[in-house]
């Protein structure tokens, strides 16, 4: 079991139904919380912090292309796969988050795409518990890592489409210490509405037409999206007890405290003012490494309690 309770990122219905209220938040927040400043403040916990690897391991059937997709993001997170004197880059994205380190005095991580680790043959079977992710994310290398689990659209995980999109966490304290992991889900056939909005019409709320995904994949690259989420807030929130916003126990962090924001003016229904490929039609804001394009979301800033895009 984990030692603290998974931040989870809710589905996009669910956001759609209170986004924008007061408390920005994806969750009601109990009246003590709502007394507190509606800020994400640093706990004075551990932080991620040096080299560390993002392992990938791939749950089910995916395809080479699609692999890619995901693996291009995140070697995008560092300097080296985008160009940081750039706005619209993977890079410059990160590096708003990188700001939450200067607010605690400790020096940023380094993100480097690590080991790829496939389970084609879907060995836990393809319905799984919260168990069987942590589970599955203790594969990879611990010391210095982030494992992600990404499972295909044909597995069903608990809690996925009707609370979550994805989720992340930690195991428990021993000797050899604790690792943080993340768990993606790929809602193509199950919930794209839910989980790959603006890619798909949402179940629910303005019935305006999707966006063109940038690497054309509405289920890959609304897991981008989720994805950088979850990195935004594992590294800043890892064990529960670093920069977040609203209770413990169901946290507002760094990328999860903007709900549908991609770019600036966006509001339910609209992502915001994004580019456009001219080529494709898609939309998108970041530019990544080997001439990808991705769609991420908006940072909060806690300097200015508001939610900041690439623009």
């Avoid at 619209?88 to 790829?116: C, F, N």
């Avoid at 580019?275 to 769609?295: E, I, W």
Wanted: charged fraction near 15%; include cysteine; charge should be neutral.
């Amino acid at each position: 079991m984990p030692s603290f309770k998974h931040s989870s990122l809710p589905c996009f219905f669910i956001l759609f139904a209170i986004l924008f209220r007061a408390s920005l938040g994806t969750r009601k927040l109990t009246e003590s919380a709502e007394k507190q400043p509606l800020t994400v403040t640093y706990h004075k916990g551990a932080l991620l912090s040096g080299a560390i690897s993002v392992n990938l391991i791939w749950y089910g059937n995916f395809t080479a292309s699609q692999r890619a997709i995901v693996s291009d993001f995140v070697a995008s997170l560092s300097s080296a796969g985008g160009d940081r004197g750039r706005l619209h880059t993977v890079s410059a994205w990160w590096a708003m988050v990188e700001a939450y380190y200067y607010k605690s005095k400790t020096a940023p991580p380094q993100l480097t795409l690590g080991d790829q680790i496939l389970d084609e043959g879907y060995s836990l079977g393809k319905s799984l518990k919260s168990a069987d992710l942590a589970a599955l994310a203790g594969r990879g290398r611990r010391r210095q890592a982030v494992n992600v689990v990404l499972t295909a659209d044909d597995v069903a995980v608990e809690g996925f489409c009707m609370s979550r999109c994805g989720t992340h966490g930690s195991s428990p304290l021993s000797k050899s210490g604790r690792f943080a992991y993340i768990w993606v889900g790929d809602s193509a056939v199950q919930c794209p509405g839910q989980c790959a909005w603006p890619f798909h019409q949402p179940v629910y709320g303005p019935q305006v037409p999707p966006l063109v995904a940038p690497n054309n994949d509405v289920g890959v690259d609304g897991m981008i999206i989720n994805l950088a989420s979850l990195i935004a807030g594992t590294v800043t929130n890892p064990f529960g007890s670093g920069f977040f916003m609203g209770p413990a126990q169901a946290p507002l962090e760094a990328a999860s405290a903007c709900p549908g924001v991609y770019g600036k003016g966006a509001y339910p229904g609209y992502a915001g003012a994004l580019l456009v490929d001219p080529a494709t039609g898609a939309s998108y804001n970041a530019d990544g490494a080997h001439g990808r394009k991705y769609l991420l979301p908006a940072i909060f800033d806690p300097s200015t309690a508001s939610c900041s895009t690439l623009d």
